[in-house]
């Protein structure tokens, strides 16, 4: 698939990129991307709630009543999850919800997101994303020259640009990562990819 590469002014310039097929045009795998997407939301997830059961509650250990003649139900400790105050049955405990995917499969969910944005015509190319100063007024002005300005993009660079990430930080929407930090959740999110020149032959050497 050949696509015209663009300046940051948003004009067509004379040369083209081709997106390989391996990568830009397979069939989408739909079970590959839910696993990958699944496995990247549950990655964030910190894990740090905690409920207190009985053993965590501050209280004394000495029973409450006497076993017998109350009417009631035994108790013996004032802990207990059946009262008010007591601690918690079964809370939850922190944990980690990561679990793991084989990098095939992986490479696969990757290869079938960006194969959507190719099929729905939202990929664009530009030569080069080079800024002399950090200034969100100067990114957004790129943004609308390529006409995508208020809507989600995902830029992706060959390599880090400090002023690249600091003036677009601000930007509702706007999203800068490098081809290494590439993800499935990341691509689909967005309305829009934006990859560098020299991120492509990147994308394909890591993916392929």
Known sequence: MDIKVVDIKGKETAAKVKLAD????????????????????????????????????????RKIKKQKGTGTARAGSIKSPVFRG???????K???YDFKLNVKLKRLARKSALSYKAQEKNII???????NEVKTKNFMSIMADMEIA???????????NKNVFLSARNIQGANVVTVDSLNTYEILNANKLVIVEGAVEKIESILN
Do not use: C, W
């Open 22 to 61: 391996s990568i830009y045009g397979i069939e989408p795998n739909d079970h590959a991307i839910y696993l990958d997407v699944k496995q990247y939301l549950a990655a964030q997830r910190q894990g740090t709630h905690k409920s207190k059961e009985r053993a965590d509650i501050a209280g004394s250990t």
């Open 86 to 92: 007591g601690g918690r049955v079964f809370g939850p």
């Open 94 to 96: 922190p944990r980690n």
């Open 125 to 131: 190319v530009v030569n080069n994303m080079d800024l």
């Open 150 to 160: 208020y809507e989600k993009v995902l830029f992706v660079l060959p390599e880090d």
